[in-house]
């Protein structure tokens, strides 16, 4: 599964999701989180450590303004529309 994870980040440069203020990393992790990786899987996918992960998860929250924590992440991602 590790090797398929790493083929999503690299594919990921192509996708385009409908808001621009998230960096290239941060939209790499949205693509795994989309697609149900867990914290763990992405760290070691992309080679940095877990907490990193958690961190840039926290930045993505709030870059999209889903300060309440009772709007999961993995969710919000599913519904947002992308653009090859």
Avoid at 16 to 33: A, D, G, K, W
Avoid at 36 to 64: D, F, M, Y
Wanted: proline share 2%; net charge positive.
């Amino acid at each position: 599964m590790l090797n398929n994870l790493k083929e999503l980040a690299e594919v990921s440069g192509s996708v385009h999701y409908s808001f621009s203020n998230l960096s290239p990393r941060e939209q790499e992790i949205c693509t795994l989180v989309k697609n149900g990786a867990t914290s763990k899987e992405i760290a070691e996918a992309l080679g940095i450590a877990p907490v990193t992960v958690l961190k840039q998860r926290e930045i993505i929250r709030k870059k999209l303004g889903l300060t309440i924590k009772s709007v999961n992440l993995v969710t919000h991602l599913r519904g947002l529309q992308t653009v090859d």
